[in-house]
């Protein structure tokens, strides 16, 4: 594949602050490699605002190998862009064509305000965690591997469900805003493990609770989330969540 | 249980249930309309028409009926005004059409036309036969009535339409309501979205045949 440049328009949401209404701004970026990433891409654009003395645009990013989940951004209508089953850290821009226009907008969720430009505050997730995303260990000695069997399919299933990076590109295209597929995720995770079922039932009621609180909507079944999930958590996960809150309520 | 109803898990097993009951009302609904294709003047659909509207049972099953499409309505209705709140602010630019299907996204406006569609169709049917004919002690047959009413081809329209939305409703619906329950797996879910998709066509194209061959004289 060999590297070409590209010149490029870009709508930028900026926003100052939490309290201020933000809007789009238009700017071009020229030769930039189709071997760069998104983030890349902005990292140049930024450079060039700090040379014009201009606020550079604030944006979340972190280990930019596609695992910890902090760049999120709205790419031309899609969450992290059009690519699927990736993060906005691992798009290139050989998936876009010379002369393209790009909108890029931060995570839109009342649970999810919009810190600074395409910095939304996802402190939700956390809340949602601290209710029920953790398992009771013993103290003492660490267990000898392998004492605790686990079947094949439990254990890949589990494994699956514990890829969530908890990064909210289901939140932000999902027509609800709705949390479910990772709140399922994370349920899931723990439920298929004998690790995980002392808090069996306290988990799903609670983590739901917080769910609801927090302000996500609903799941309308749409599986939006599950396409545009960087690591594609499938939306099986949301049936489970079902399944073990429906159980959990019948006790 | 208060606490499970009040979830936004609960809202929508509500759904899901009311949902499948309304399913099976229209499998109900539909077999007794089909006996108009025996085209025999309607003795048959009559005879049907008549146990349904007399059976003690099927009447107390039709004052659960219309709890049913009340809870089915009113759930929905809590539920999208939650999930608007849930975003005050759209997006300028969003590509859903990339990650679902538009009658998926599109279940109130769908449930809308389909409930609009409903009041205009009892007012035809339901109301005529429970309560003007009672009332005026006429003796016109249900027959008879679709005969007068289908002679109106913008009715005829209407009510194809209708099935179209109806259509896709169910077409989302079905699989939804199972998947809101909390079955899904990889050997199950393949069988439920085939049932769901040949019920979603079948059921409305065998209604919508109704008003047309009545129109048409095919059915006589």
Known sequence: ?251 | MNRFLTSSLGKKVVMALTGLFLISFLLVHCGINALIFYNDGGVNFNAGAEFMGTNPIIRTVEIILFIGLVLHIYQALILTLGNNKARPVKYAVNAAAENSKWYSRSMGLLGTLILMFLIIHLKHFWVTSRFTDQITGGHTTLFDEMKVIFSEAWVVALYDLAMISLAYHLLHGFYSAFQTLGLNNKKYTPVIKLVGAAFSIIIPFVFAMMPLAMHMGWVK
């Open chain 1, 1 to 251: 594949m060999s590297e070409k440049k590209l010149n490029l328009t870009l709508k930028v949401w900026r926003q100052k602050n939490a309290k201020e209404a933000g809007n789009f701004i238009t700017y071009k970026v020229t030769d930039i490699s189709t071997d760069m990433s998104f983030l890349e891409m902005f990292d140049v654009l930024n450079e060039q605002l700090i040379n014009k003395g201009e606020e550079p645009i604030a944006f979340d990013h972190d280990c930019r190998e596609g695992i910890c989940g902090m760049c999120s951004m709205y790419i031309n209508g899609r969450a992290h862009g059009p690519a699927q089953g990736t993060t906005t850290c691992q798009l290139h821009m050989r998936k876009f064509k010379d002369g393209d226009t790009i909108t890029v907008e931060p995570w839109r969720a009342s649970s999810f305000p919009v810190i600074k430009d395409l910095v939304v505050d996802r402190s939700a997730f956390d809340h949602i965690i601290s209710a029920g995303g953790f398992v009771s260990v013993n103290t003492g000695n660490a267990q000898d591997a392998n004492n605790l069997p686990v079947p094949k399919n439990d254990a890949d299933n589990a494994f699956a469900a514990a890829a969530c990076i908890g990064c909210g590109a289901c939140v932000a295209a999902c027509k609800n805003s709705s949390a479910m597929l990772f709140v399922s995720a994370k349920v899931s995770q723990l439920a298929l493990l004998p690790q995980g079922q002392i808090e069996r039932e306290t988990r799903v009621l609670n983590m739901v609770k917080t769910m609801d609180d927090e302000g996500f909507g609903s799941c309308t079944n749409t599986g939006a989330c599950e396409a545009e999930c960087p690591k594609e958590i499938s939306v099986e996960n949301i049936a489970r969540l079902n399944r073990e809150y429906l159980m959990a309520n019948l006790k």
